[in-house]
């Protein structure tokens, strides 16, 4: 048996999930009443990320807030610019691939049930409550604002303490790492269980009839993801960005596709964050934060949902309007996290800068969760792989800085001694 798992763990974790993959729609197509019982390893599956992604973004940032040397300088402001000014300009494309490309609805049902924010006040209210929620709440409800916070707080809490007490922290920080990398290890599997039932339950021609909606929605994110994204990267390093864009796509947005949480594959991040030789004070937060704060995808899928809703109600959109739903669509997906539903429940939010109604808007959101079989796991991969892109261009730009400065220092210096 353990041969056997040996020989499983040797095989790229890519090929285990495509596998798991064309299994899941050959049984769903073929045998769906038979094969039933398999969608118990999907629930399994998202069941086990929900449950340890919480704990491991806590004590992540916990460790590393408290082990992190005074004095010692971070590229966090860089990181974190990067982080808002990519989730803005995802928005902002998504809005003129929408004016290019409109997109008609179909109007269903299926939001019943959920509730939407009534305001932008309403969201920021809720960001900020999430904040100083009850660590244990926040723990048990998977709030990760909260959750982030309370572990800033801490560590810095802890930074004074004794180093036995931050070698016992960093010994569970790594052992729910590992945990994690178990359960990943197993998403052929639930991969497998999900894909079959998202097939057998919807079958494929619910998704070949929203075929124009995804191809905007999987565009935007293509583009934000190989046009938008290298430009930032090549304004930080000066150098060809696409090597590093297609390293961290395929590295860390194929597992985040499959796995379809970016908390969930953080660890798959730090990985590729020590394969690349960042610094650790710097990646162990930028990497969750940005799986609470960095939201490309998401303002993709707020502003193409909401401009598909105006566009099948004949609704006219004036340039300033369209800037505002792409400011609106930013914000709101950084606090994404912070709302019940996520970033599907802030479309009627953004549907009322346009005066459709909250019935009209909620029949959105249930085409949203029809479609977000793909459109969520390319928002995640999209997400996740951008955490990981901006935390190295940050690093990168770091270092090209330093060697101007060394080489400047080297020329005055032999200026000097001529």
């Not at 982080?83 to 995802?90: A, E, M, N, Q, R």
């Not at 959750?147 to 180093?163: F, M, R, S």
């Amino acid at each position: 048996m353990k041969k056997l798992f040996n020989k499983w763990d040797h095989i790229s974790l890519v090929k285990r999930i495509i596998m798991g993959l064309i299994i899941g729609v050959v049984l769903a197509v073929t045998i769906p009443d038979i094969a039933q019982p398999i969608t118990i390893l999907g629930s399994l599956f998202v069941g086990a990320l929900k449950g340890i992604a919480p704990l491991l973004v806590f004590f992540l940032v916990m460790t590393a807030i408290s082990q992190h040397k005074s004095g010692h300088k971070t590229n966090m402001k860089t990181i974190i610019v990067l982080y808002l000014l990519g989730t803005f300009l995802s928005g902002l494309v998504a809005v003129s691939a929408s004016f290019m490309f409109p997109v008609n609805l179909t109007l269903v049902t299926g939001a019943e049930g959920f509730s939407a924010p009534s305001g932008i006040g309403e969201v920021l209210k809720t960001l900020l409550l999430n904040l100083v929620d009850n660590p244990i709440n926040a723990l048990a409800s998977a709030n990760y604002l909260g959750i982030l916070a309370w572990a800033l707080v801490l560590g810095l809490a802890l930074k004074n303490t004794q180093d036995t007490t931050k070698t016992m922290m960093k010994n569970v920080s790594d052992a729910v790492s590992k945990v994690v990398r178990w359960i990943i290890s197993f998403a052929p599997f639930g991969i497998m269980g999900l894909v079959f039932d998202a097939i057998a339950t919807s079958g494929l021609s619910t998704l070949v009839s929203y075929g124009n909606l995804l191809l905007v929605l999987i565009g935007c994110m293509c583009f934000v993801a190989l046009v938008v994204n290298p430009i930032l990267v090549f304004g930080c390093t000066h150098q060809n960005p696409y090597p590093l864009v297609f390293k961290c796509l395929k590295d860390s947005g194929i597992t985040a596709f499959f796995t379809r949480s970016s908390a969930a594959n953080i660890p798959v991040n730090i990985e590729l964050c020590e394969e690349l030789n960042l610094d650790k004070d710097t990646y162990t937060v930028s990497i969750p934060l940005g799986a609470t704060i960095n939201m490309a995808g998401a303002a993709v899928t707020i502003s193409v949902m909401t401009l598909a809703a105006v566009h099948t109600l004949g609704i006219q959109v004036d340039i300033p309007t369209a800037i505002i739903l792409s400011v609106l669509s930013a914000v709101c997906a950084c606090g994404a996290s912070g709302v019940a539903g996520g970033s599907l429940l802030i479309i009627p939010l953004a549907c009322s800068l346009f005066g459709i109604p909250s019935e009209i808007a909620m029949q959105v959101v249930g085409v949203g969760f029809v479609v977000g079989v793909l459109q969520d796991s390319c928002e995640t991969a999209l997400n996740s792989s951008t955490d990981l892109l901006f935390t190295a261009s940050a690093e990168y730009m770091k270092i090209r800085k330093e060697g101007q400065k060394n080489t400047k220092r080297q020329l005055s210096l032999e200026k000097n001694s001529i």
